[in-house]
């Protein structure tokens, strides 16, 4: 059973920054390719992020292309977000998942169907 687990969300001022983590146990971790998705209050779960198995390819939505910054330690079995100048607007629950279907070490995922286990979520609050 692949559990992962969320933390490192919170309340900050627009203009701040964050860093999410994700730990990732019951699977081999770098067998795994890792995401992540928010999801704001009325709104669909969109895709934020995604990193491949070897951690040397990335991908980002437009939107936070620039800000943030998806990285894992596969040591560790952790990914992390780094999220920089954060606006209200993002504002959402954080999502981090994991596709274990993906042979490539240097592929990754972006649609949300892609992946077949999720965490919690933390939640990302920004006040204006």
């Known amino acids: 059973q692949v559990q992962l687990v969320e933390s490192g969300g919170g309340l900050v001022q627009a203009g701040g920054s964050l860093r999410l983590s994700c730990a990732v146990s019951g699977r081999t971790f770098t067998s795994l390719v890792m995401g992540w998705f928010r999801q704001a209050p009325g709104k669909e779960r969109e895709f934020v992020a995604t990193i491949s198995r070897s951690g040397g390819n990335t991908y980002y939505a437009d939107s936070v292309k620039g800000r943030f910054t998806i990285s894992r330690v596969n040591a560790k079995s952790t990914i992390y977000l780094q999220m920089n100048s954060l606006t209200p607007e993002e504002t959402a629950v954080y999502y981090c998942?994991?596709?274990?279907?993906?042979?490539?070490?240097?592929?990754?995922?972006?649609?949300?169907?892609?992946?077949?286990?999720w965490g919690q979520g933390t939640q990302v609050t920004v006040s204006s």
């Open positions: 998942a994991a596709d274990a279907d993906v042979y490539y070490s240097t592929a990754y995922s972006t649609r949300r169907s892609d992946y077949d286990y």
